[in-house]
């Protein structure tokens, strides 16, 4: 058992009505990691940016698409592009600062700037 109870809230629903009721912009999260509906990814993103305090960690798995976001001449298909756009996104994003980590199938590793 992880002892979490009080700290720990589970949410079911669809994120899209979901996240904007759970918290306000001044709720200062120190964490939150996105791992939901692929082709949503930078709507989730950009969601939860403003919800992460200075110095707290948003990550996003499945950046790497399996591989295919580094395959140029072999995969095209909308998700990988999709996910291309994204990389590139959070890349000049200046809210955070960021990293890719190719494990598994990739996470971004974003640090929320301070001011």
């Known amino acids: 058992m992880a002892e979490v109870d009080g700290v720990v809230s589970l949410h079911i629903g669809d994120a899209k009505e979901l996240i904007p009721t759970l918290f306000d912009n001044n709720s200062g999260l120190d964490f939150a990691f996105i791992d939901a509906e692929k082709r949503s990814c930078r709507l989730f993103y950009d969601m ?59 996470l971004m590793v974003c640090l929320k700037n301070f001011a």
């Not at 995969?75 to 955070?96: E, I």
């Open 48 to 106: 939860m940016v403003p919800m992460i305090r200075p110095g707290g960690v948003l990550v996003v798995d499945n950046v790497l698409w399996g591989g295919k976001v580094t395959d140029y001449d072999g995969c095209n298909d909308l998700d990988t592009k999709l996910f291309r756009d994204f990389n590139d996104y959070v890349q000049s994003d200046s809210r955070v600062m960021n990293v890719m980590l190719p494990v598994r199938d990739g």
